[in-house]
């Protein structure tokens, strides 16, 4: 086992992929250009096949109808189309994007965790990322909002306040009962408006279920910067929808902001407060990452890490790259200069327009601008009340949301799925909303793993997601010549080094006989490892193991072949400090000032070795506040360091130290009585000064 063989982070190699086009994104711009992208291939004689689409879930979310699923009125599979039912014939991969090459013209995609990825070489790509959510602008917002950007979304918001309310109906404080009653909305667009919306209903609809819920304790608050909420509408509109929802009881906080958030209060800046347990937040959009990456590093022009094209939807400077959706800045017809609205009937018409473009591009024919300026607007405010501007002409009321459901049911994709939804509505007409409790499944943050003999725990190479402990049995790690690189005991852990430095795991980790682990969610432990300073220090101990056996085994090419096969007894040091496990701190103290060493063995009142402690972890020890001086220092942890017998080779003590990352190891007899220590330093002394030095001349 070489050091290169030690340190080498390689993983497979992904699958690489020629193709004609690659779509990046599965929204409405990415599908609509997937589903027109075929066609225009077919007319150019090109395979569907040559062409790809890259989203990180398999299924187009209709966004528009969120609001009604968090509402309880539409069932949540009822909004997702599957992309590859949508974009027959091309190929679809689900997975993250990590990096784009303008220059090179490849992508590179991780596909799971147990999948090498893909990179697509391509000749046209097309930008349709989308954009992000990011909340850390407000602090606690992260920690305690819910978001409505997905189904999952949701669906865990439409448990919440289901949940919400189970918990106040067995609540007899008046006080923190109305606070789990209280539920804020940050932000008064279309999204933050129809949610809000949407929550109202189900809570007044679904209190008189409840013996302990007075309506008179529900409130929804909805916090709005400007002065009016839904911006892009009319005035007229705008007014109509707040009073609208003031009548039914909804709370407006027009020009207000919020300055932070808690477990269980809202804070603005005014300074009001407002005492809740439920946050929601339609606010917070930001740079897709790997947008922004394509901006900064590759020469792209953008309107804040929007992408700037020409009306044509092509990257201004780069003849094969498209963009469209919420990541392109596209200019509006007549707009003045102005970029399209980030909306879905703009993104799914940009998607259309751009793919004829390709196509035409293909088969060299001219391209045709996009011209589309939009139809108008709606937005539901519940209560079978919306208000919609459309083609100039101002709705609102009942005629507006019969409007908004037929417009938006005619551009939800999919037959089945029109019915489903049309079946869903009238049902929610004749019976009460459903208020089971049917909480999402969350991805538990530590989990036990059962392994049989031989079983692999993971490959060399494959990404690391897990920091894993030993309950019992044992685990090899190893290297890619089948040797034994470490041994993972009962109470170890390991995985961290991967974890936290990433670049896969360096070895194969083989359950020896039958093997208990808890594994720990990456999502929970790298926060943990951010924050705090003793905490990496201890992990530090471990994952610095892994440069250990590399340093070590280069030493151990430097050496002799006499050194190696020496016996341990000739080279090792027998002046060790010892102590007695059942000694106290302040006798450790006392030997600490005679004899300064690293680590001290333990021995029993026989002289049989019992352990090794450190003087780091005597020091981490006497820090803490319920420690006596006159404590056993048996009471302290002991450190893990290798041993071998007094009739062993060095060759012997060396792998040893190599398994477990250690520069000493601790000689022992065959009754387990401690006789010396060998370090790495030593038997480098030990081999020069048995090499003949140059006369001096």
Aim: aromatic content about 8%; charged content about 25%.
């Amino acid at each position: 086992m070489s050091i290169e063989s030690v340190t080498a982070r390689t993983g497979p190699e992904p699958y690489r992929i020629k193709l004609k086009v690659a779509i990046l994104g599965g929204g409405f711009a990415g599908v609509y250009c997937g589903q027109k992208i075929g066609r225009e291939l077919k007319k150019a004689g090109i395979d569907t096949r040559d062409a790809a689409i890259v989203s990180e879930q398999n299924y187009m979310v209709f966004q528009p109808m969120l609001a009604e699923v968090a509402g309880a009125s539409i069932q949540p599979r009822h909004v997702v189309n599957p992309i590859r039912q949508l974009c027959r014939g091309l190929r679809v991969y689900r997975g993250s994007v990590v990096s784009v090459d303008l220059k090179a013209k490849e992508v590179h995609v991780n596909t799971g965790n147990f999948s090498a990825g893909v990179i697509l070489e391509y000749e046209h790509i097309v930008l349709a990322l989308g954009a992000e959510i990011d909340l850390s602008r407000v602090p606690g917002m992260p920690e305690h909002a819910l978001l409505m950007q997905n189904v999952g979304d949701a669906m865990i918001l439409r448990a919440t306040i289901i949940k919400r309310i189970e918990e106040a109906n067995a609540e007899y404080r008046e006080d923190v009962r109305k606070r789990l009653l209280t539920f804020v909305v940050v932000g008064g667009g279309y999204s933050g408006v129809e949610t809000a919306g949407e929550m109202l209903d189900m809570l007044l609809e679904t209190a008189k279920f409840y013996t302990n819920v007075p309506k008179g304790d529900i409130r929804v608050v909805l916090v709005h910067s400007r002065e009016r909420i839904l911006q892009t509408l009319t005035d007229s509109l705008g007014d109509y929808a707040g009073r609208k929802l003031q009548e039914r009881g909804l709370e407006l906080c027009l020009n207000e902001r919020v300055r932070a958030v808690t477990a269980t209060k809202v804070y603005l800046q005014s300074g009001a407060e407002i005492e809740t347990s439920t946050v929601v937040s339609t606010v917070g959009n930001a740079p897709n990452q790997v947008i922004r990456q394509i901006c900064d590093h590759q020469e792209v022009g953008h309107e804040r890490y929007r992408i700037i094209t020409d009306e044509y939807l092509r990257v201004e400077g780069h003849e094969n790259v498209w963009s469209a959706g919420d990541c392109a800045a596209v200019p509006l017809a007549d707009g003045g200069g102005d970029s399209c609205p980030q909306t879905a009937q703009f993104a799914m018409r940009q998607g259309a327009c751009l793919a004829h473009n390709i196509g035409r591009t293909i088969r060299k024919e001219k391209l045709k601008p996009f011209l589309f300026k939009g139809l108008g607007e709606l937005a539901s405010i519940g209560h079978q009340t919306a208000v919609a501007n459309i083609m100039g002409l101002q709705f609102s009321g009942f005629i507006a949301w019969f409007m908004w459901r037929t417009i938006y049911l005619s551009k939800l994709p999919g037959i089945d799925r029109k019915l489903r939804v049309v079946i869903d509505w009238t049902l929610d007409v004749f019976f009460p909303r459903d208020i089971n409790l049917l909480n999402p499944r969350y991805t538990k943050l530590y989990q036990q793993v059962h392994l049989e003999p031989d079983d692999i725990l993971f490959n060399r190479g494959e990404p690391a997601f897990s920091l894993y402990v030993v309950q019992s049995g044992q685990i090899i790690l190893k290297d890619q010549e089948g040797g034994v690189a470490r041994t993972i005991e009962e109470g170890d852990f390991f995985g961290e080094r991967a974890l936290v430095h990433g670049g896969g795991y360096l070895y194969d980790a083989v359950a020896q006989g039958r093997t208990e682990l808890v594994s720990l969610s990456g999502e929970a432990v790298l926060p943990f490892i951010q924050s705090s300073r003793r905490f990496r220090r201890v992990l530090a101990k471990t994952s610095a193991q892994v440069s250990a056996e590399g340093e070590i085994q280069a030493i151990i090419d430097k050496l002799h072949p006499t050194t190696l096969e020496a016996c341990v007894t000739e080279v090792m040091r027998s002046d060790i400090a010892t102590l007695r496990g059942d000694q106290t701190l302040q006798d450790a103290l006392s030997l600490f000032r005679e004899r300064r060493f690293s680590i001290y063995p333990l021995v029993d009142e026989e002289g049989k070795l019992s352990g090794v402690m450190s003087r780091e972890d005597f020091f981490d020890f006497i820090k803490r506040g319920d420690v006596d001086e006159n404590a056993r220092l048996s009471s302290i942890e002991s450190m893990s360091l290798p041993s071998c017998l007094d009739n062993a080779t060095v060759q012997d003590s060396l792998e040893g130290m190599v398994r477990m990352g250690r520069y000493k190891c601790l000689i022992v007899d065959s009754d387990n009585y401690l006789k010396g220590i060998v370090t790495v330093m030593d038997l480098l002394g030990e081999d020069l000064a048995k090499k003949e030095l140059p006369a001096k001349s």
